[in-house]
């Protein structure tokens, strides 16, 4: 399983929310290029790097974070937050991404997002499929979508979808733990996507768990932001298996 580190970005600033609440922001470290380089040192090889400026605003801000990121660090990195238009992702992909979350638009721009497969191609885009309940959570979270998970996983694996990242909002930030039944119900139920889990980890534990699910990978911020669990058992689970 792939251990995927999280940087959030808020004004340049790495930071991290509370189940997607922008006023429980709480900051890290001002130099989200130094954060990413100490997981490259660690050994970790990939990154996922949310504008949460974009995605409040519906459109990409934080672009220069994402080039420095980029040429000063050989992280394999996926991007979200903000992306709405052809031109965005163009540019995110120009900037350095290697991957693209598509989550709000997969539900508002059904039609980009198919266009978007056929121009870039499936491995480079990952369905973001953020769960509040059972419904899918949109617009930076500040809004539930009339789909449920399942069946929004059923209509995007016919336009060919590899990849999904998903974040149970409740979870998000909370260090109580991920959701093991989402997570267990949607690599069972939809075995042949590459899921990568989101939200609520909160020790080595967690993430062994996870691994032992078969999952493709998980997202780890908070945690060890925290002190939670060390760059050094990050590196170790990540490696073990490539």
């Known amino acids: 399983m792939y251990i995927i580190p999280a940087i959030d970005i808020i004004n340049g600033k790495c930071v991290r929310l509370s189940k997607g609440d922008?006023?429980?922001k709480?900051?890290?470290?001002?130099?989200?290029?130094?954060?990413?380089?100490?997981?490259?040192?660690?050994?970790?090889?990939?990154?996922?790097l949310v504008d949460l400026d974009g995605a409040k605003k519906r459109q990409v801000v934080n672009f220069n974070v994402l080039e420095l990121i980029a040429k000063e660090t050989g992280l394999e990195i996926d991007f979200g937050g903000g992306i709405?238009?052809?031109?965005?992702?163009?540019?995110?992909?120009?900037?350095?991404?290697?991957?693209?979350?598509?989550?709000?638009?997969?539900?508002?721009?059904?039609?980009?997002?198919a266009?978007?497969?056929?121009?870039?191609?499936?491995?480079?885009?990952?369905?973001?499929?953020?769960?509040?309940?059972?419904?899918?959570a949109i617009g930076a979270w500040e809004e539930d979508s009339d789909y449920t998970w399942r069946d929004f996983l059923k209509e995007k694996l016919s336009l060919g979808i590899i990849y999904i990242i998903s974040t149970d909002v409740q979870k998000d930030g909370m260090l109580e733990g991920p959701s093991f039944d989402l997570y267990r119900q949607m690599?069972?139920?939809?075995?042949?996507?590459?899921?990568?889990?989101?939200?609520?980890?909160?020790?080595?534990d967690d993430l062994l768990k996870l691994e032992s699910m078969g999952l493709y990978g998980a997202i780890v911020g908070k945690a060890f932001y925290e002190g939670r669990i060390s760059l050094e058992d990050?590196?170790?689970?990540?490696?073990?298996?490539?």
Do not use: C, M
């Open 234 to 242: 990050l590196s170790a689970i990540n490696n073990r298996k490539l």
């Open 22 to 24: 922008y006023s429980s």
């Open 187 to 204: 690599s069972t139920e939809f075995s042949e996507l590459k899921v990568v889990a989101s939200g609520g980890v909160s020790s080595k």
């Open 26 to 48: 709480k900051e890290y470290s001002s130099d989200p290029l130094s954060v990413a380089k100490d997981y490259e040192n660690a050994g970790l090889n990939k990154l996922h």
């Open 84 to 113: 709405q238009s052809n031109e965005d992702i163009k540019r995110v992909f120009d900037a350095g991404a290697n991957q693209v979350t598509a989550g709000s638009v997969a539900i508002r721009q059904p039609d980009l997002l």
């Open 115 to 136: 266009e978007w497969l056929k121009t870039w191609g499936v491995e480079k885009i990952i369905l973001g499929a953020d769960v509040n309940g059972d419904k899918v």
